[in-house]
């Protein structure tokens, strides 16, 4: 979880994964060029937990483009991440023929329920560290679309697990990275895609690419 403060005292927070001892990956819209974010990995964050200082960089092109949004980012720590196994990331194109039943397991902070309220949508929030499986519905360019209709057995994400990772399948291999889905996040999870050019050109700039 990565998180920024405002001037008036309130924060922002996504969800994201460690790729390296010293550097984490979110999404661009998470925060803002150059400024600096904490993050925990703890299961059940609680005030005075450990967290870990950084700067955040985003894709320059984020927002430039509306076939390819750069919606990405990472974290650089201002010193290594002990004790925790980095994530991999997908090979070249590794995503572009996958099947149509292919799994993906999502994981973040996000809301974990949505009630309907007379008010209108309440979003519930514990800090805790969530995990879904999902379906793979499309595959375009730059997304994928993951079902996570519970109709059809299939969880996902909400509001707070942006920038965080969707695994391919079982695998500690983080296929993409959830951006935005449905308002009441029940239908799908549409996630940035790692195994682009335009990702690879990012995130070859931080770490070694497989």
């Known amino acids: 979880m990565a998180a920024t403060q405002y001037s008036d005292g309130t924060w922002l927070y996504c969800s994201g994964t460690l790729i390296s001892p010293t550097v984490f990956l979110t999404a661009a819209h998470c925060g803002e060029q150059g400024e600096r974010v904490t993050v925990t990995f703890d299961p059940a964050y609680q005030a005075g937990d450990t967290v870990y200082t950084g700067t955040f960089h985003a894709d320059p092109l984020y927002g430039h483009s509306q076939s390819d949004p750069h919606d990405i980012a990472v974290v650089i720590f201002d010193q290594p991440v002990t004790g925790i196994t980095p994530a991999q990331l ?3 194109d590794s995503l572009s023929a996958l099947p149509h039943d292919q799994m993906f397991t999502s994981v973040g902070y996000g809301a974990y329920e949505v009630t ?32 996570m209709n519970p109709a059809t057995g ?22 993409a990275i959830t951006i935005t889905g449905d308002a009441v996040c029940r239908a799908t999870n549409v996630v940035y895609r790692l195994d682009t050019e335009s990702a690879r050109a990012f995130l070859g700039q931080y770490v070694t690419l497989p």
């Open 90 to 92: 997908p090979t070249t």
């Open 116 to 147: 309907n309220e007379p008010g209108g949508h309440q979003y519930l929030y514990n800090d805790v560290r969530m995990v879904a499986t999902g379906t793979l519905n499309a595959v375009n360019k730059s997304w994928l679309r993951i079902s």
């Open 154 to 175: 299939n969880g996902g994400t909400c509001y707070g697990d942006s920038g965080g990772p969707n695994f391919l399948g079982g695998t500690d291999v983080v296929a």
